[in-house]
């Protein structure tokens, strides 16, 4: 094979190999639905467990998502937004709360 591609080089032909293109992941946000009955402290609560999130920031995300309907909690790529938003409302079912994430492109 090497011989080859000596060979071709002499004559000034070389093929090069392509590397496909790739492109990166698409992104998906999970968002946090507000609803009247999920305490805030759970919401909080949340945040901090599934999301990483210190207090403050799980804080005036909670507020945001209060006053404003629905906030986004972080974005991943797809799997990783679904499995989040699984584990959420998993855990808001087993904890008795009606809180509510859903994934969504971004």
């Known amino acids: ?11 000034g032909t070389v ?3 392509a590397r496909p293109e790739t ?16 305490p805030m402290d759970f919401v909080v609560e949340v ?21 404003r ?4 909690c972080g974005v991943y790529t797809r799997d990783v937004a679904e499995s989040k938003v699984g584990q959420v409302n998993e855990y808001a079912r087993v904890e008795q709360h009606p809180l509510l994430c859903r994934v969504e492109k971004a």
């Open 47 to 67: 945040l901090t467990r599934f999301f990483a999130m210190d207090l403050e920031k799980a804080t005036q995300i909670m507020l945001h998502v209060h006053t």
């Open 23 to 38: 492109q990166p992941p698409s992104r998906y946000a999970v968002l946090m639905l507000n609803d009247d009955f999920t």
């Open 15 to 17: 093929a090069e190999v």
């Open 1 to 11: 094979m090497s011989q080859e591609r000596d060979a071709a080089q002499e004559r």
């Open 69 to 72: 309907g629905q906030a986004v």
